[in-house]
T-cell receptor, first 113, second 111 residues
Framework: GAGVSQSPRYKVAKRGQDVALRCDPI?????LFWYQQALGQGPEFLTY????????KSGLPSDRFFAERPEGSVSTLKIQRTQQEDSAVYLC???????????FGPGTRLLVL | GQNIDQPTEMTATEGAIVQINCTYQ??????LFWYQQHAGEAPTFLSY????GLEEKGRFSSFLSRSKGYSYLLLKELQMKDSASYLC????????????FGTGTRLLVSP
């Protein structure tokens, strides 16, 4: 079956621009996670959804970051007024349920100029 | 707080065995995951240990000691395609698997 997909794969934004990153989890997966991965670092947790409920957003670095999953499937991570420090790979992962193995998408590589 | 320690880089030759160590200190613990990540690609799941001991899966094995906050990933019969970063990630006891990743160990396999 299809894995986790993300779009766009690459995004170049000018500083101050808003961006929206999309994640399509594996069909039927209840849990969805967003991570940020800086160059040479491991992924860092941003936020977690169980179905449509955002149960943990403690990793979001600022109020410029916003995530939603309105129908419990596709999720969007939005970054407003992008800054250069937002440049990173944004990874989405999904799992069957909250305690299960997470499967990652290919990521969106964001470059803010 | 969370603290995960792995070697930054390791090198090995084709056909050899390599052990990648990981020590961790986390507030709450719910098992430990190992992921493989090739450059520019997504992390892919390798193993999950929740109980102490060794889990073997083909050429890869993973060991966990909860009392020592220690895990290792053992790769046997190394192949060139095993050149990648290996990420150790303890899961938090927060009602879901809130993974905390280390910086990863970059393994280079040479002929």
């Amino acid at each position: 079956g299809a894995g986790v997909s993300q779009s766009p794969r690459y995004k170049v934004a000018k500083r101050g621009q808003d961006v929206a990153l999309r994640c399509d989890p594996i069909s039927g997966h209840v849990s969805l996670f967003w991570y940020q991965q800086a160059l040479g670092q491991g992924p860092e947790f941003l936020t977690y959804f169980q179905n449509e409920a955002q149960l943990d957003k403690s990793g979001l670095p600022s109020d410029r970051f916003f995530a939603e999953r309105p129908e419990g499937s596709v999720s969007t991570l939005k970054i407003q007024r992008t800054q250069q420090e937002d440049s990173a790979v944004y990874l989405c992962a999904s799992s069957e349920d909250r305690g299960e193995t997470q499967y990652f998408g290919p990521g969106t590589r964001l470059l803010v100029l | 707080g969370q603290n995960i320690d792995q070697p930054t880089e390791m090198t090995a030759t084709e056909g050899a065995i390599v052990q990648i160590n990981c020590t961790y200190q986390t507030s709450g613990f719910n098992g430990l995951f190992w992921y493989q990540q090739h450059a520019g690609e997504a992390p892919t799941f390798l193993s999950y240990n929740v109980l102490d001991g060794l889990e073997e899966k083909g050429r890869f094995s993973s060991f966990l000691s909860r009392s020592k906050g220690y895990s290792y990933l053992l790769l046997k019969e190394l192949q060139m395609k095993d050149s990648a970063s290996y990420l150790c990630a303890p899961g938090g006891d927060t009602g879901f698997q809130k993974l905390v990743f280390g910086t990863g160990t970059r393994l280079l396999v040479s002929p």
